[in-house]
Structure formats: structure tokens, C-alpha cells
């Protein structure tokens, strides 16, 4: 960046570079990450094309703890949680992650996580007088329930948790076994069978020709508020304009019962 010359010029610069710093701030959101699970989660995230990586990727998490960090106004791209993780400094790029994994890695840096896994998915706004888009998607699977809410909280802009236990209404051969032998996620079909009819592409690549099967139906039933399929309808999609998200994976309580059952 050239600097100005005159001592006028230079006093209008930095006047200026204050200006924009705080407009920047000001156009800024905060996102806050919060763990109610009974279990330590690795929260991820991944940019966008053209967007930057926020919170380097990835952070640990323990149990009733949480983080926030700073996102930009026109930020978008997805978060979600790995579990079971148990990183190691020669991990040569193996799976450190029961579910979620990055290539071993604890700061993704980028990189999309390995589904099956529970999406958030984000598109912000700087402009407030315009609506803010976010979802939770099952379009590859599930690995942990999570809820999505303005700061403050507003019932319109939430989205709640899931309303059954998904692991434990998973069929045999969508559920995605850790080396114990316990379900920790559950495919989608088109993850699962990478069929057409189910991954809702070519001859099926429309909402008229891709309707819900009796997978989609599953997740549907246990997780309302989220997409349980490429062309679910009405789309889950919530479109709320704040400062501030919260993100709580594993929430307090949903539906009336316990969300800490639902792991």
C-alpha cells in the first residue's frame, strides 16, 4: 500500500484506514460454538470458495464449554463436529476421527470433512436489512444433533434439534461402526448406495423426479428441522439477519426431552 506524502495527506490516511477498520469490525458476525454434549467434539469448518478459513479450521472442544470467533459479513461455508478423535504429530495424513475426520489433521485448514457427518451450512450478509441463510443438512448423513439460533434468541430463527435418537433408528446398512463396534454415525442412501434415485442427479435431478425414500423418511422423522435429502420440502432453511449465531451441538433439551439421550 503507498503511503501518502504530505503530513495533510497522511492524517487524512490514517483517518480513512480508522474509518474502514471500524466498518470492517462493524460488518463482522460472531459465531459461538458450544459443546453440551457429555463428550469432547472437535468443531470444524470450511470455507466457501473465494472465503476464508475462520477459527483455522478446527479447535478442540470440551464437555459445557464454548468458543466464538469472528466471521466475516459475506462469510459462507459449513461447520459441523468430529468425534472420537485422537490426533497425533505423525499422522500421515490417516483418519484421526471416529466421524467428521480432515485428513488426521486438527486444523482442517479448508478441508471438507469426511462424511458421514451433520452439516451446518451458512451464508451471511453484510447488509442487515437482508436476510442471513442458514440450514442443517443430512444430505450425507448424521453423526450428532445440533441446533442453530440468533443471539438473541428468536423462535423463528432457530433450528431445533433432533426429536429421536438417530443412531439407535439407523437400518443396519446405513450405520457407520467405530473398532468397538458402536453405531457413531449414520450414511445417507446416496452416500451409502451412490444410486441416482437417491443422490437425486441426473434422469432424477429435479424435485418433480427425486422424491423422499423410505431412508430420507428416517431422518426426517427423528430430525424435522433438517434436510434430509437433496429436494426435501418445504426447505428447512432459515433466513434471520444477526450479529451474533450460536451453534450448540448435543442442546441442553429439544422437543421436550433430553438432547444429551441423542448421542
Not at 90 to 116: F, H, M, R, V, Y
Not at 162 to 189: F, T, W, Y
Not at 229 to 243: E, H, I, R, T
Request: proline share 9%.
Amino acid at each position: 500500500m503507498k503511503m501518502p506524502k504530505s503530513f495533510t495527506s497522511l492524517v487524512l490516511f490514517l483517518i480513512w484506514h480508522l474509518i474502514s477498520s471500524e466498518n470492517s469490525a462493524a460488518q463482522a458476525c460472531t459465531i459461538y460454538v458450544s459443546n453440551k454434549c457429555p463428550f469432547p467434539i472437535w468443531p470444524a469448518t470450511a470455507p466457501n470458495y473465494g472465503q476464508p478459513v475462520l477459527a483455522n479450521g478446527g479447535f478442540y472442544l470440551p464437555p459445557g464449554q464454548t468458543k466464538s470467533f469472528q466471521a466475516p459479513g459475506t462469510w459462507s461455508g459449513r461447520i459441523w463436529a468430529r468425534t472420537g478423535c485422537n490426533f497425533s504429530p505423525d499422522s500421515n495424513w490417516e483418519p484421526a476421527c471416529e466421524t467428521g475426520d480432515c485428513d488426521g489433521q486438527l486444523q482442517c485448514n479448508g478441508k471438507i470433512g469426511l462424511p458421514p457427518v451433520t452439516l451446518v451450512q451458512i451464508s451471511l450478509q453484510v447488509d442487515k436489512k437482508k436476510p442471513s441463510f442458514y440450514d442443517v443438512s443430512l444430505v450425507d448423513g448424521y453423526n450428532l444433533p445440533v441446533s442453530v439460533s440468533t443471539i438473541p434468541s428468536d423462535g423463528k430463527c432457530q433450528i431445533r434439534g433432533c426429536l429421536k435418537n438417530l443412531k439407535k433408528s439407523c437400518p443396519s446398512e446405513l450405520q457407520v461402526l467405530n473398532g468397538r463396534g458402536e453405531v457413531v454415525a449414520c450414511s445417507s442412501a446416496c452416500l451409502a448406495f451412490d444410486e441416482d434415485k437417491f443422490c437425486c442427479r441426473n434422469q432424477y435431478g429435479s424435485p418433480e423426479k427425486c422424491k423422499p425414500s423410505v431412508y430420507s423418511k428416517i431422518f426426517k422423522d427423528a430430525c424435522p428441522s433438517y434436510y434430509s435429502y437433496a429436494f426435501d420440502s418445504p426447505p428447512p432453511l432459515v433466513n434471520c439477519p444477526s450479529d451474533e449465531y450460536l451453534i450448540t451441538f448435543c442442546s441442553a433439551r429439544w422437543g421436550g426431552g433430553e438432547l444429551a439421550d441423542d448421542i
